[in-house]
């Protein structure tokens, strides 16, 4: 069985390493085992952000749409159950979209949501 010699790969996946932390701070960007636990730590916590993101964004859009209710002169919980009573069919995030950007649109959304609950 010929003799394998692994030296160009080793080298490769080690280049391959170094390029991926360049930019990381200290022996991090210099040394190779540091920049691996480095590398695999940055892979997990992006891997765990990307799903903790879609639970940030629905919470500060919950935060928007109750400040822009507040201004309207309802609550979150009560302006939720009379769209859903009314069936509107209209997401989080959009909703949090018309408080932020067309007050008017929102507001014409509050006054079914209270006709709904009257």
């Not at 500060?60 to 109750?66: E, F, T």
């Amino acid at each position: 069985m010929p003799r394998v010699k692994r030296g160009t790969i080793a080298l490769k996946k080690r280049r391959t390493l170094m390029k991926a932390v360049k930019g990381y701070r200290g022996a991090r960007s210099r040394r190779v085992n540091c920049a691996q636990e480095a590398f695999h730590h940055a892979q997990h916590y992006a891997y765990r952000d990307r799903r903790n993101r879609k639970r940030d964004m629905r919470s500060l859009w919950i935060v928007r749409i109750n400040a822009a209710a507040h201004s309207c002169g309802i609550s979150y919980s009560r302006l939720m159950s009379g769209l859903k009573s009314a069936g509107v069919e209209i997401n989080r995030k959009v909703l949090a979209e018309l408080a932020v950007t067309d007050m008017n649109a929102f507001s014409a959304l509050v006054k079914t949501a209270q006709a709904q609950q009257a």
